[in-house]
């Protein structure tokens, strides 16, 4: 074996646990169940009571993140092993990317210990499982694949380990998209769940089966993931000169848009759209010179986009137009102010200090008093007069008063007299499917309970800003966006802690929540839809600028990289590509948030892209990628037969090339230079003509009958 063979071996060895991490996590689904003794977790998700505390169903996000652990243990070992090859000849400029990385890691650990809910912040929540120690492993794993990746050849393997995962996605979601989801098998079941839990869990508790979203947990994770791997595959398909590696990126970029088309996720779009943006600027004058390829490539890509919408009959042009009917929105100011509460038949809901309710309505008031003289409850107006209430034999509350006509009651107990245990259940309109619940205590105060756990709640109606009349865009993000930000106040310094937003969110805002979700009241708002929302309110504002000053120092070096050349060498293509995946990845972040199932393909390509940039400032520098100047001896010692590849050599000739051409360029611009210094003007020769005449006026009066000599 070569010389050139083992640095190739060991470079991969090296790198290898980034490739596995990269084909194998987005792929993982474990069945398990996952114990809490927070009350709070129970209120607001769907779990199981036990003795001591309560069981939770997780299937996409405990053993992916178990994964990461270990494959950053593994890193962290190589890294102590190998970190002579690892670290030596590196940029200082990577030092920035550490530095931002030690912040952010810093600041995630002391917002985690300082947080109300410390358990979850350092540990994750049970669906999520991305607390603190899944996000200092994403840094490990982040840090790893930029100085681990030494040769372009490993390059490869990253595309052989993006193929891996997007095929096993798309075969899942084959079958979700057709109403046969593999979860639902018991074959398929008994091979991902806990055998320790196998007997305890049915298949029907919790499996996901109406949407198509692989193994990414939530279908709106499908737009983050193809808005990493389109980019870079479509970037791929369009630049790889050999026909057999454009076949294939064409095959598996075909199966992450139907991924994307059958999700009809709109943040994909999006993503999508965006890295198609950067990239029209990012090679603009390469499309001009080869403008009929463009021309070819879009023509294909509007062919596909119609057979998809076909294929999905028609849902994914709609959701399209759902969301230019959003951004219109969000950006054309709103023709008057619209308040939610107007179209609501009660505008507040207050608890009285004398046991009693007040549902402030539209212009005037409800008051809820319970009578124990006569056992019954009495409805009263804002001035007092009782309200005429009848019920229907169904045993619905209602009035026929037009100021209380959509509110409804109905009455329950668990025992024979109306007083003790009593339970008033309130819904708007027809909407029976979602209720307030009101326990008596005491014989005479009434108080709004939660309904699963059945403690006394307090309703508010929450602090919020911006998006008034807009609540509903982007799939209500509007409302979750306009109260999460004032929550941002308390996280200038350290945020509230990882995964915790369920926790921290006005969760008892139900009369917002019911004018903004089809679920009414009690839907649990677990997550902000939003990375740069989820990372300051998780980690704190100093966090926020971390992570962003990685992905701008990033796409930065990037532009100045790879912009508007008029060619690319197939190393530029790579860190190209991989740059226009990270800018889908975070073009989706505007509308999700990290998740496991995703962020580690994210920061895996992010520490890689990092790589290329370095790689190629050495190439355009004729360093090669080991990183030994390319100066005439060294030149002399590549090229010898016994330590220099084909590519090696394709690689030194267009150097030499480059520079010859470089060189010979600036020989012209010299000599033109030269030329513009000393151009003849008419006094030059004037002057000349005058010397000229003297030297011939001085010879025929010296050397009279003889020759003269000028």
């Given at each position: 074996?070569?010389?050139?063979?083992k640095?190739?071996?060991t470079?991969?060895?090296?790198?290898f646990?980034?490739?596995?991490?990269?084909?194998i996590?987005?792929?993982?689904?474990?069945?398990?169940?996952?114990s809490?003794?927070?009350?709070?977790?129970?209120?607001?998700f769907?779990g199981?009571p036990v003795?001591?505390g309560?069981?939770f169903?997780?299937?996409y996000?405990q053993?992916?993140?178990?994964?990461?652990v270990?494959?950053?243990?593994?890193?962290?070992?190589?890294?102590?092993?190998c970190?002579v090859?690892?670290?030596?000849?590196?940029e200082?400029r990577s030092?920035?990317f550490v530095?931002?990385?030690?912040?952010y890691v810093?600041?995630?650990l002391?917002?985690?210990?300082c947080?109300?809910?410390?358990?979850i912040?350092?540990?994750?929540?049970?669906?999520?499982?991305e607390?603190?120690?899944?996000?200092?492993?994403?840094?490990v794993i982040?840090?790893?694949?930029?100085?681990?990746?030494k040769?372009?050849?490993?390059?490869?393997?990253?595309?052989f380990?993006?193929?891996?995962?997007?095929?096993?996605?798309t075969?899942?979601?084959?079958?979700?998209?057709?109403?046969?989801?593999?979860?639902?098998?018991?074959?398929?079941?008994?091979?991902i769940?806990?055998?320790?839990?196998?007997?305890?869990?049915?298949?029907d508790?919790?499996?996901?089966?109406s949407?198509l979203?692989?193994?990414?947990?939530?279908?709106?994770?499908?737009?983050?993931?193809t808005?990493l791997?389109?980019?870079?595959f479509?970037t791929m398909?369009?630049f790889d000169?050999?026909?057999?590696?454009?076949?294939?990126?064409?095959?598996?970029d075909?199966m992450a848009?139907?991924?994307?088309?059958?999700?009809?996720?709109?943040?994909?779009?999006?993503?999508?759209?965006?890295?198609?943006?950067?990239?029209?600027f990012?090679f603009?004058?390469?499309?001009?010179?080869r403008?009929?390829?463009?021309?070819?490539a879009?023509g294909?890509?509007?062919?596909?986009v119609?057979?998809?919408n076909?294929?999905?009959?028609?849902?994914?042009f709609r959701?399209v137009?759902?969301?230019?009917?959003?951004?219109?929105?969000?950006?054309?100011p709103?023709?008057e102010?619209?308040?939610l509460f107007?179209?609501l038949p009660?505008?507040?809901i207050?608890?009285?200090?004398?046991g009693?309710?007040?549902?402030?309505?539209?212009?005037?008031?409800?008051?809820?008093?319970?009578?124990?003289?006569?056992?019954?409850?009495i409805?009263?107006?804002?001035?007092?007069?009782?309200?005429?209430?009848?019920?229907?034999?169904?045993?619905?509350?209602?009035?026929?008063?037009?100021?209380?006509s959509?509110?409804?009651?109905?009455l329950?107990?668990?025992?024979?007299?109306?007083?003790?245990?009593?339970?008033?259940?309130?819904w708007?309109?027809?909407?029976?499917?979602?209720v307030?619940t009101?326990?008596?205590?005491?014989?005479?105060?009434i108080h709004?309970?939660?309904?699963?756990?059945?403690?006394?709640?307090?309703?508010?109606?929450?602090?919020?800003?911006?998006?008034?009349?807009?609540?509903?865009v982007g799939?209500s993000?509007?409302?979750?966006?306009?109260?999460?930000?004032?929550?941002?106040?308390?996280?200038i310094?350290?945020g509230?802690?990882?995964d915790t937003?369920?926790y921290?969110?006005?969760?008892?805002?139900?009369?917002?929540?019911?004018?903004?979700?089809?679920?009414?009241?009690?839907?649990?708002?677990?997550?902000?839809h939003?990375?740069?929302l989820?990372?300051?309110?998780?980690n704190g504002?100093i966090?926020?600028i971390?992570?962003l000053?990685?992905?701008?120092?990033?796409?930065?070096?990037?532009?100045?990289?790879?912009?508007?050349?008029?060619e690319y060498?197939i190393?530029?293509?790579?860190?190209?590509?991989?740059?226009?995946?990270?800018?889908?990845y975070l073009?989706?972040?505007?509308?999700?948030?990290s998740?496991v199932?995703v962020?580690?393909?994210?920061?895996?390509?992010?520490?890689?892209?990092?790589a290329?940039?370095?790689?190629?400032?050495?190439?355009?520098?004729?360093?090669?990628e080991?990183?030994?100047?390319?100066?005439?001896?060294t030149?002399?010692k590549?090229?010898?037969p016994?330590?220099?590849?084909?590519?090696?050599?394709?690689?030194?000739?267009m150097?030499?090339r480059?520079?010859?051409?470089a060189?010979k360029?600036?020989?012209?611009?010299?000599?033109k230079?030269e030329?513009e210094?000393?151009?003849?003007?008419?006094?030059?020769i004037?002057?000349?003509?005058?010397?000229?005449?003297?030297?011939?006026?001085?010879?025929?009066?010296?050397?009279?009958g003889?020759?003269?000599?000028?």
């Amino acid at each position: 074996m070569n010389e050139q063979k083992k640095t190739d071996l060991t470079a991969l060895a090296v790198f290898f646990p980034a490739v596995i991490a990269l084909a194998i996590i987005p792929t993982i689904m474990y069945v398990t169940l996952v114990s809490s003794s927070l009350v709070d977790t129970y209120r607001y998700f769907r779990g199981t009571p036990v003795d001591d505390g309560y069981m939770f169903l997780d299937i996409y996000s405990q053993g992916k993140a178990f994964a990461v652990v270990v494959i950053a243990i593994i890193m962290m070992a190589l890294a102590i092993i190998c970190c002579v090859y690892l670290f030596r000849r590196i940029e200082r400029r990577s030092l920035v990317f550490v530095g931002l990385s030690v912040v952010y890691v810093a600041l995630t650990l002391i917002s985690a210990l300082c947080s109300e809910y410390r358990e979850i912040a350092l540990w994750g929540q049970f669906d999520r499982a991305e607390g603190f120690f899944t996000t200092a492993c994403y840094f490990v794993i982040f840090l790893f694949s930029m100085y681990s990746f030494k040769t372009t050849k490993n390059f490869r393997y990253v595309v052989f380990a993006l193929f891996f995962c997007v095929g096993v996605n798309t075969i899942l979601g084959i079958f979700q998209f057709t109403g046969n989801s593999l979860e639902t098998k018991d074959w398929f079941f008994n091979l991902i769940v806990d055998k320790k839990y196998a007997d305890a869990i049915s298949i029907d508790s919790g499996v996901k089966s109406s949407s198509l979203l692989g193994a990414l947990y939530n279908y709106n994770y499908v737009g983050s993931f193809t808005g990493l791997v389109i980019p870079l595959f479509s970037t791929m398909a369009i630049f790889d000169k050999k026909i057999l590696h454009k076949i294939f990126y064409i095959i598996f970029d075909m199966m992450a848009l139907f991924m994307l088309m059958g999700s009809t996720v709109r943040s994909g779009v999006v993503a999508v759209a965006a890295a198609i943006i950067v990239g029209i600027f990012l090679f603009f004058r390469l499309i001009l010179k080869r403008w009929k390829i463009a021309l070819g490539a879009l023509g294909a890509a509007v062919l596909l986009v119609v057979a998809g919408n076909l294929i999905t009959e028609g849902a994914f042009f709609r959701r399209v137009s759902t969301l230019l009917g959003d951004m219109v929105q969000v950006i054309a100011p709103a023709e008057e102010k619209i308040d939610l509460f107007d179209t609501l038949p009660v505008r507040e809901i207050l608890h009285n200090n004398d046991g009693s309710v007040t549902l402030i309505t539209q212009g005037d008031e409800m008051n809820i008093d319970f009578s124990e003289a006569d056992n019954r409850y009495i409805f009263t107006d804002k001035n007092g007069g009782e309200i005429s209430v009848s019920t229907a034999n169904d045993g619905v509350i209602s009035s026929a008063d037009e100021r209380y006509s959509r509110i409804n009651f109905e009455l329950y107990s668990d025992s024979e007299t109306l007083a003790d245990g009593n339970i008033m259940y309130m819904w708007f309109d027809d909407n029976i499917r979602s209720v307030l619940t009101f326990g008596l205590f005491g014989g005479k105060n009434i108080h709004l309970v939660d309904n699963k756990i059945a403690d006394r709640i307090e309703p508010v109606n929450a602090e919020h800003f911006g998006f008034e009349g807009k609540e509903l865009v982007g799939s209500s993000r509007g409302y979750i966006w306009s109260r999460t930000i004032p929550l941002l106040k308390n996280c200038i310094l350290i945020g509230y802690g990882a995964d915790t937003f369920a926790y921290v969110f006005p969760q008892q805002d139900f009369l917002a929540k019911y004018y903004s979700y089809a679920e009414g009241f009690h839907i649990t708002v677990d997550k902000p839809h939003n990375l740069y929302l989820q990372i300051f309110i998780s980690n704190g504002l100093i966090a926020l600028i971390a992570f962003l000053g990685i992905c701008l120092f990033y796409l930065a070096d990037s532009f100045r990289l790879y912009a508007l050349r008029k060619e690319y060498r197939i190393e530029q293509i790579y860190g190209a590509a991989v740059m226009l995946a990270v800018v889908g990845y975070l073009a989706a972040g505007m509308f999700n948030d990290s998740v496991v199932s995703v962020a580690p393909m994210f920061w895996i390509l992010l520490g890689v892209g990092c790589a290329l940039n370095t790689i190629n400032r050495r190439l355009d520098k004729n360093v090669p990628e080991g990183g030994i100047e390319s100066d005439t001896k060294t030149v002399k010692k590549l090229s010898t037969p016994e330590s220099v590849s084909d590519d090696q050599a394709k690689d030194i000739a267009m150097r030499l090339r480059e520079n010859a051409a470089a060189e010979k360029a600036e020989l012209v611009k010299t000599k033109k230079a030269e030329r513009e210094t000393h151009n003849v003007t008419r006094a030059d020769i004037e002057a000349l003509t005058a010397r000229i005449s003297a030297y011939t006026d001085k010879g025929n009066d010296n050397t009279e009958g003889k020759d003269s000599n000028i």
